[in-house]
T-cell receptor
Framework: AQSVTQPDIHITVSEGASLELRCNYS??????LFWYVQSPGQGLQLLLK??????LVQGIKGFEAEFKRSQSSFNLRKPSVHWSDAAEYFC????????????FGKGTHLIIQP | DSGVTQTPKHLITATGQRVTLRCSPR?????VYWYQQSLDQGLQFLIQ???????AKGNILERFSAQQFPDLHSELNLSSLELGDSALYFC???????????????FGPGTRLTVL
């Protein structure tokens, strides 16, 4: 069965500093990978996705992620965070074809220090 | 705004009761997914419907059931409620055209269920 691990439950970053959120997955074939963000009291918004091709994926709000098959990782990065980036971030994997649900990690809570 | 709507936003009920959560997918989306988000279990996939038919099952309890109607809206029925069923329930939808692999799921705002 597929699984997703987000090793960091909380991360605190100063405003303007760079950010990297870690995600490791376990899946037998090439996975479909996603990063979602959830602001307090809100639903989930897709930041970016990887299906195939270029392993560096650009998303919304200045985020990017890199798929590394050898490390089974899909880490999310942002060069300079803003206070509005404070939220819960979820990495997710899907087996593909739209015929299954997403398997989510436990999430990383991002705190932005002024 | 994702285009997915869910009602009600909040629901408070007692143990042993039954509730129905409703979801309207984005216009044109054929697939509806239900997820449960709780503090101890995190975000879990419950069930998927595609064009009225059940397509995939996740960690859905036998006390829970869902259906998708001809107009493509979906309902999640939760019965014999327990304290542990208190959670945020999300609906998501995707286009899910035949043969497509890039099916992004769009999430609704969720229904917060509190069982007292």
């Amino acid at each position: 069965a597929q699984s997703v691990t987000q090793p960091d439950i909380h991360i605190t970053v100063s405003e303007g500093a760079s950010l990297e959120l870690r995600c490791n997955y376990s899946y037998g074939a090439t996975p479909y990978l996603f990063w979602y963000v959830q602001s307090p009291g809100q639903g989930l918004q897709l930041l970016l996705k990887y299906f195939s091709g270029d392993t560096l994926v650009q998303g919304i709000k200045g985020f990017e992620a890199e798929f590394k098959r050898s490390q089974s990782s899909f880490n999310l990065r942002k060069p300079s965070v803003h206070w509005s980036d404070a939220a819960e971030y979820f990495c997710a994997v899907e087996s593909g074809g739209g015929a299954d649900g997403l398997t989510f990690g436990k999430g990383t809570h991002l705190i932005i220090q002024p | 705004d994702s285009g997915v709507t869910q009602t009600p936003k909040h629901l408070i009920t007692a143990t042993g009761q039954r509730v129905t959560l409703r979801c309207s997918p984005r216009s044109g989306d054929l697939s509806v997914y239900w997820y449960q988000q709780s503090l101890d279990q995190g975000l879990q996939f419950l069930i998927q419907y595609y064009n009225g038919e059940e397509r995939a099952k996740g960690n859905i309890l036998e006390r829970f059931s869902a259906q998708q109607f001809p107009d493509l809206h979906s309902e999640l029925n939760l019965s014999s409620l327990e304290l542990g069923d208190s959670a945020l329930y999300f609906c998501a939808s995707s286009v899910d055209t035949a043969g497509a692999v890039q099916n992004e799921q769009f999430f609704g705002p969720g229904t917060r269920l509190t069982v007292l």
